[in-house]
């Protein structure tokens, strides 16, 4: 499966519904309001590039609310768990 993790600028006065909007997309497992630069972060889980293409360019782009995205594939993923046994001896 691949991870991607998409920074979206929001309209401020449309955030909740913004948010909600996003999590509605098949292949959205999560989406988060955070303060920043950015408004929402919304992770995307896929079988492959082109579905995160079709997720971000045809779905998460279109929503009303959205202003702009940046889209960032996950190469790993470290867990605490998997961190902390790095450093035991």
Known sequence: MITA???IK????????TAQAVANIEGVTEVWSCAGDI?????VWVRNHE?????????IN???GVEST???IAFRQY???DLD???DS
């Not at 408004?39 to 992770?43: T, V």
């Not at 579905?51 to 779905?59: E, K, L, M, S």
């Open 5 to 7: 993790i998409v920074l």
């Open 10 to 17: 929001a309209n401020v006065h449309r955030i909740p519904e």
């Open 39 to 43: 408004d929402l972060i919304a992770k």
């Open 51 to 59: 579905n995160i293409a079709a997720i971000v360019t045809d779905g």
């Open 62 to 64: 279109r929503l009303a």
């Open 70 to 72: 940046s889209t960032h």
């Open 79 to 81: 867990s605490a768990a």
């Open 85 to 87: 046994a790095g450093f």
